[in-house]
């Protein structure tokens, strides 16, 4: 578990399902997102959630945002180790509902230092497609740098779309910690 001012960062329980699917279930988050399809399988959320221990042994580690003062889902963010080259990357959703509040900022800071300070990381990167600037917003704020764009580096939905880079590594990381 990670705590923030405004939110619980935690291990997804099966009870988690049927919200989770109600916010991730909708076209302007699978939009946005590589592996998100829409619609969205109800099934898919439950065996997503119950994979999560399988997930973790493989060096994912997906935490349910959620609200502290109200245990309420708000999204998903997570870290995803490579351990092959000492890096990690994070990614992230929010439901609709909760747009524009900073939860995914908070959230993928929190899951950043919770990367540095527990993983022999020496990078953190992030990547968000060229038409969903906000995502680009979070990773400025949260000290990331803008690494490049990768140009029609991937196909959703039949419109081939731009990756925006960011990363940052554990010395700058450690600097502006000081």
């Not at 989770?20 to 699978?30: C, G, H, P």
Request: hydrophobic share 40%; aromatic share 12%.
């Amino acid at each position: 578990m990670i705590e923030t001012p405004r939110l619980l960062l935690r291990a997804y329980t099966l009870d988690d399902a049927p919200m989770m699917w109600r916010l991730i279930n909708v076209r302007e988050v699978a939009r946005n997102t590589l592996r998100i399809p829409y619609p969205y399988p109800e099934e898919e959320a439950e065996r997503w959630v119950a994979s999560h221990d399988e997930r973790v042994h493989r060096g994912d580690h997906a935490f349910a945002i959620t609200l502290r003062e109200t245990q309420e889902l708000v999204g998903t963010v997570g870290l995803h180790l490579r351990a092959e080259n000492d890096s990690a990357e994070i990614g992230y959703w929010v439901g609709i509902p909760f747009w524009g509040r900073g939860y995914a900022t908070e959230a993928a800071g929190a899951v950043m230092r919770y990367g540095f300070e527990n993983f022999p990381l020496n990078r953190i990167f992030a990547m968000h497609f060229r038409r969903n600037p906000a995502s680009g917003r979070v990773l400025q704020k949260i000290g990331m740098r803008y690494e490049g764009t990768l140009r029609q580096h991937l196909k959703k939905w039949d419109e081939y779309v731009d990756l925006e880079c960011y990363g940052i590594l554990r010395s700058e990381f450690t600097a502006s910690r000081s």
